[in-house]
């Protein structure tokens, strides 16, 4: 499974960015696709889930309110909206997927994206 990230930027503090993860197949080996992202000197960290079926979506506490991840099947692609971004936001943002029991669990995901920069300046 190929993914491709885009749609970051730069943006002032309060704005808005959509990102989206294009994913080459959709098989048993990708029946969820999450967001994690990375700031520097930091680990890489969970931001948002969704699966495939079903209306199940799952995110940080740091972005819940503010991030919304949504999907199209028929595109197999997932994206990311965010609002109300702050400063803190400012990272590497990854989506990943795999055949996963725990979507906020990095290690789970087999398949990862190239990685887009969202910067928000205060």
């Known amino acids: 499974v190929q993914l491709q990230a885009s749609g970051g930027g730069l943006v002032q503090a309060g704005g808005s960015l959509r990102l989206s993860c294009a994913a080459s197949?959709?098989?048993?080996?990708?029946?969820?696709m999450g967001w994690f992202r990375q700031a520097p000197g930091k680990e890489r960290e969970f931001v948002a889930g969704?699966?495939?079926?079903?209306?199940?979506?799952v995110y940080a506490d740091s972005v819940k309110g503010r991030f919304t991840i949504s999907r199209d099947n028929a595109k197999i692609t997932v994206y990311l909206q965010m609002d109300n971004l702050k400063p803190e936001d400012t990272a590497v943002y990854y989506c990943?997927?795999?055949?996963?029991?725990?979507?906020?669990?990095?290690?789970?995901?087999?398949?990862w994206g190239q990685g887009t920069q969202v910067t928000v300046s205060s």
């Open positions: 969704i699966r495939w079926s079903g209306t199940y979506t």
């Open positions: 197949e959709r098989t048993f080996k990708n029946d969820a």
């Open positions: 990943a997927a795999g055949r996963v029991v725990h979507t906020g669990v990095r290690d789970e995901y087999d398949y």
